[in-house]
C-alpha cells in the first residue's frame, strides 16, 4: 500500500501565500497520477491541481493562474504553490496520488489525511 504524508497547510491572510507538500511513501512506489483536491465545509470535493507522470498539471478553473503544482519524481512528491489567495480558497486540502508497489502492485487511488488551509479577510 502506499501512505501519503502532507505538510504545508495552515493560517494565512488574505493576498498571502502557502506551499504545500505531499511525499507518497511504500515499496518501491510507482506513482502516476498525483496532486491536490480540496473541501470546504458543505461543499462537494473540487480539484485543485493534479498531474500525471510526464504530462502537463491539471488546475481546477477557480485556480486562474494562482496555484502552481510540480512535482519531484526522483521523491515521489508533489508540491502546491498557493499564492494571491482568498477567503474562499479556505478548505481542508488533500494530496492524491494514483500508485501501486512491488507488494501490492495493483494500481490504485489514494488519499492523504488532508491538511486545512484557512485564509482570513
Known amino acids: 500500500q502506499v501512505q501519503l504524508v502532507e505538510s504545508g497547510g495552515g493560517l494565512v491572510q488574505d493576498g498571502g501565500s502557502l506551499r504545500l507538500n505531499c511525499r507518497a511513501s511504500g515499496s518501491s512506489v510507482s506513482v502516476r497520477t498525483m496532486g491536490w483536491y480540496r473541501q470546504a465545509p458543505g461543499k462537494q470535493r473540487e480539484l485543485v491541481a493534479t498531474?500525471?507522470?510526464?504530462?502537463?498539471?491539471n488546475y481546477g478553473d477557480f485556480v486562474k493562474g494562482r496555484f502552481t503544482t510540480s512535482r519531484d519524481n526522483a521523491k515521489n512528491t508533489v508540491y502546491l504553490q498557493m499564492n494571491s489567495l482568498k477567503p474562499e480558497d479556505t478548505a481542508v486540502y488533500y494530496c492524491?496520488?494514483?500508485?501501486?508497489?512491488?507488494?501490492?502492485?495493483?494500481?490504485?487511488?489514494?488519499w492523504g489525511q488532508g491538511t486545512r488551509v484557512t485564509v482570513s479577510s
Open positions: 498531474s500525471a507522470s510526464g504530462g502537463s498539471p
Open positions: 492524491y496520488a494514483r500508485a501501486s508497489t512491488i507488494l501490492y502492485p495493483t494500481y490504485e487511488d489514494y
